[in-house]
């Protein structure tokens, strides 16, 4: 209760903090309640109308409602769009987050806790991928399953992702092994399932927690960079690298909500994020001393 009150008084005392969990809530909430809160689905073609082609935000001449952010060459609300777009982001991250983290943990704890041939074996796979951009091996992948997709474009990240939470997981197994407390649970008869879920991964986890918080970031990154590209989702999908993409091709023609709008919004998602990592990284590492 004491560390919990601690790290609650903590992040209550941390402005940066509580703004960064502020800013991931609002964004979540909206990605949740969008089919509520936007005017238009804008993917549902019976809601789009080219008379309504590259509107101007509300305030400027020519906007009009309840198009409040302007419109794109489809006829598609920028505000509606950024909404879903981020719905997407969301998915994607949180997704390739929780798969990456479980097949990267698993492999790490038994990596780090067997070692020798297992943990050869792993830790030269993580080398092979991690010797790669992940943005390059992410589009390799793309271009080796031949489709597009939601499902394809997770599953290319997850692979080239799940790298740093085994490298993670090792290393804090390797120290928490040696603490007496697993020293003694196998001297007094305890099998390797018990050592490994009880003792060791409970007290080896904070890390990759932190990882977790900075990875968030990372993949919806990637994923904007992989439709930017033009190797994301489909066209038939949201994605606020698409938007930018779209938006590229307008800016020198004084179009530039197209463009600013989405891409003021994906920085602001990513910034949220890594304002609450920071703090949950000082928390959780003792290591670092807190500048007061």
Not at 101 to 112: D, P, R, T
Not at 247 to 266: D, E, Q
Not at 267 to 281: H, P, S
């Amino acid at each position: 209760m004491k560390v919990r009150s601690r790290r609650l008084s903590s992040f209550l005392n941390d402005p940066p903090a509580m703004a960064g969990l502020a800013i991931m809530v609002i964004f979540i909430l909206a990605a949740l309640l969008a089919p509520v809160i936007c005017p238009q689905n804008p993917y549902n073609l019976e809601e789009l109308s080219l008379d309504n082609f590259l509107l101007p935000p509300i305030w400027i001449d020519g906007g009009k409602a309840p198009f409040i952010l302007g419109t794109d060459d489809q006829g598609r609300g920028i505000f509606s769009t950024i909404i879903y777009g981020c719905r997407t982001s969301l998915i994607v991250g949180f997704v390739v987050v929780t798969i990456s983290s479980l097949v990267g943990v698993f492999l790490g704890l038994l990596a780090g806790y067997y070692g020798r041939w297992l943990d050869a074996l792993t830790m030269r796979m993580a080398d092979t991928v991690f010797s790669f951009s992940t943005t390059l091996l992410a589009i390799l992948l793309l271009g080796v399953f031949k489709e597009s997709g939601l499902i394809t474009v997770i599953a290319a990240i997850c692979i080239a992702d799940w790298v740093r939470y085994a490298r993670t997981m090792r290393g804090s197994v390797l120290e928490v092994k040696q603490e007496a407390y697993v020293m003694a649970a196998r001297a007094g008869g305890a099998g390797d399932l018990r050592i490994l879920f009880q003792h060791i991964l409970p007290n080896a986890i904070a890390p990759i927690l932190v990882v977790v918080a900075v990875d968030l970031a990372v993949v919806i990154m990637l994923e904007a960079t992989l439709s930017f590209l033009g190797v994301g989702v489909p066209l038939t999908e949201p994605s606020l690298g698409m938007m930018i993409a779209i938006g590229k091709n307008y800016i020198y023609a004084g179009m530039w909500w197209m463009i600013v709008f989405p891409g003021a919004a994906l920085i602001m998602l990513v910034v949220g994020i890594n304002l609450f990592a920071d703090w949950l990284r000082e928390e959780l590492n003792p290591k670092i001393q807190r500048n007061q």
